[in-house]
C-alpha cells in the first residue's frame, strides 16, 4: 500500500480557501486517492475521490497531477466548522480476492479554522 | 450520502466481558471492514471481510476477535475477553469502489 505524507497541521481564517498537498510517490496504478474528515470521536466521513487529473464535487475540489505522486484537496472558503482532521488515503478501493481495498490511516492534517 | 449504521454508540464493560459490536453496512456493497482508534491516536485496521470469510486481518485481530456476518445485513465484531486496552472507537466500513465509515462504537472497558 502507498504511503502518504501530508502536513501535521495547518491554519486558516473563515472563508479562505484551503489548500492541502499530500505526497504518494509510490502510488500503484490501480490506487485512487480519498480524502475524508474526521471530527472528534466520530467516524471519518468521505470527502472526495479521484484517480486522475481534477475531480469536483459540492464541497471540495481534488487536483492530482500527471505523474499522480502527489494530490491536493481544495476547500473552497471554509468555515468555523470545517475544523478538523483530513485524512489523504491511497489504495486501490475496487478489493478483491488478492486485494482487500483496505486502508492504511497516517495522522493526518489538523486544520484549525480561525474567526 | 450513504450510510453505515452501528450498534451500540457506547458500551461500558468489565475486564474479561465478552462484547459484540454491531453494524448494517451499505446494501449491495461486497467487502467489509473493523477499525479501531484509540483516544488520540491513528486510525488503525483491524480486519478486513469479503465473501463470508476474513480476507485480511492485521495483528491487532488476535485470537479474541471474530467478525461474522449472520444473517447478510448484520456484520459484527465479537472481542471475547475484553482487556484494559481494547478500550478504543470501533468503526465498522463497507466498500463499493468508495469505502464508507460507520459512526463508531465506544469501548470503555474497566
Known amino acids: 500500500l502507498a504511503k502518504t505524507t501530508q502536513p501535521i497541521s495547518m491554519d486558516s481564517y473563515e472563508g479562505q480557501e484551503v489548500n492541502i498537498t499530500c505526497s504518494h510517490n509510490n502510488i500503484a496504478t490501480n490506487d485512487y486517492i480519498t480524502w475524508y474528515q474526521q471530527f472528534p470521536s466520530q467516524g471519518p466521513r468521505f470527502i472526495i475521490q479521484g484517480y486522475k487529473t481534477k475531480v469536483t464535487n459540492e464541497v471540495a475540489s481534488l487536483f492530482i497531477p500527471a505523474d499522480r505522486k502527489s494530490s491536493t484537496l481544495s476547500l473552497p472558503r471554509v468555515s468555523l466548522s470545517d475544523t478538523a482532521v483530513y485524512y489523504c488515503?491511497?489504495?486501490?478501493?475496487?478489493?478483491?480476492?488478492?486485494?482487500?481495498?483496505?486502508?492504511?490511516f497516517g495522522q493526518g492534517t489538523t486544520l484549525q479554522v480561525k474567526p | 450520502e450513504p450510510e453505515v449504521t452501528q450498534t451500540p454508540s457506547h458500551q461500558v464493560t468489565q475486564m474479561g466481558q465478552e462484547v459484540i459490536l454491531r453494524c448494517v453496512p451499505i446494501s449491495n456493497h461486497l467487502y467489509f471492514y473493523w477499525y479501531r482508534q484509540i483516544l488520540g491516536q491513528k486510525v488503525e485496521f483491524l480486519v478486513s471481510?469479503?465473501?463470508?470469510?476474513?480476507?485480511?486481518k492485521s495483528e491487532i485481530f488476535d485470537d479474541q476477535f471474530s467478525v461474522e456476518r449472520p444473517d447478510g445485513s448484520n456484520f459484527t465484531l465479537k472481542i471475547r475477553s475484553t482487556k484494559l486496552e481494547d478500550s478504543a472507537m470501533y468503526f465498522c466500513a463497507s466498500n463499493g469502489n468508495t469505502i464508507y465509515f460507520g459512526e463508531g462504537s465506544w469501548l470503555t472497558v474497566v
Open positions: 488515503l491511497v489504495g486501490d478501493m475496487i478489493g478483491g480476492s488478492s486485494n482487500t481495498g483496505k486502508l492504511i
Open positions: 471481510f469479503y465473501n463470508n470469510e476474513i480476507s485480511e
